[in-house]
C-alpha cells in the first residue's frame, strides 16, 4: 500500500484581500480604544454634565423669582395679614393662601418652561474639556448633553421668625425651589436635584410674639377666622 506524502498547501491572499483585513483589524482596534476611553471618562463626563445642567438651572430659578419679586407681585401684605385684640396687640397672624397658591404655579410654571427652552448646544461639553489639559479645555467636537425635567419639581413657601432686637421679632417669607431633571449623555443617562431657597418678602414685628401663626393649605375663610377666635387672647 502505497502513502502519498503528506503536502501543504500554501493560501496566497490577493492584495484586495489583504487591504481589507487590515481595515477590519484597524477598525475593531479603534472601536476597542473607543470604548475604553468612553468607559475611562465616563464619570468625569458625568460630572461636568451635572455641574453644568445645575448651572443652568440656578441662573433660570433665580431668574424667575427675581422676575417676580421686581414685578412687585410678591408683597408682604398681600400675603400676611395681622389679627389683633382690642388693646392693638398682634395676637395672630394669617396667611393668604390664595395668594401663596398662585405665587407657587406661576414662579414654577416659568422655571420648567425656560427649562425646556434651552437648547442641547447651551449644554454640550467640548472633548478637550475631557483630557484635564488646559491647552485642550473647551476645545474639539461637542459632546450633546441634553435634560428633561422630572415630576418631582416643586415650589413651596416656609416662614421663619427670628429674633430682630429687644421686643423684635423678624418674620421671614421663604421660597424653596426643587428642580429634578434626568440628563441625557451618549450612551447612558444620570439624574441630579437642585435646590434653591429665597428670601421673598419679611418684615419686623413689634411688641409681644403673636402665639398664633395660621397658614391653611387647604381652608376656607370661616374655618381660619374660627381658629383665630378659638385662639386669639
Known sequence: MRRHPL????????????????????????LTTLCAAALALRPLLTSLATARVSNTVNRIV??????????????????????KDGEGRITALKSNMAQFNRLQAEI????LAQLAEVSTRELSIPVGSLTGSSLLA?????????MQTVGSSKADFSNSFTSAGINQTRHQIILDVHVSVSILLPGFKTSTSVDNTYTVAETVIVGTVPQNYVYFHAAS???VEDFILNNAG
Do not use: W
Not at 433665580?62 to 389679627?83: C, M, P, Q, W
Not at 473647551?138 to 441634553?146: A, C, D, N, Q, T
Open 7 to 30: 503536502t501543504l498547501r500554501r493560501v496566497q491572499l490577493t492584495r484586495r484581500t489583504r487591504v481589507r483585513i487590515i481595515l477590519i483589524s484597524l477598525l475593531f482596534l479603534m
Open 62 to 83: 433665580s431668574e424667575a423669582v427675581n422676575k417676580t419679586i421686581e414685578s412687585g407681585d410678591i408683597r408682604y401684605e398681600d400675603l400676611i395679614s395681622f389679627e
Open 108 to 111: 414654577l410654571d416659568d422655571v
Open 138 to 146: 473647551g476645545r474639539g467636537p461637542l459632546i450633546h448633553v441634553r
Open 221 to 223: 375663610e370661616e374655618e
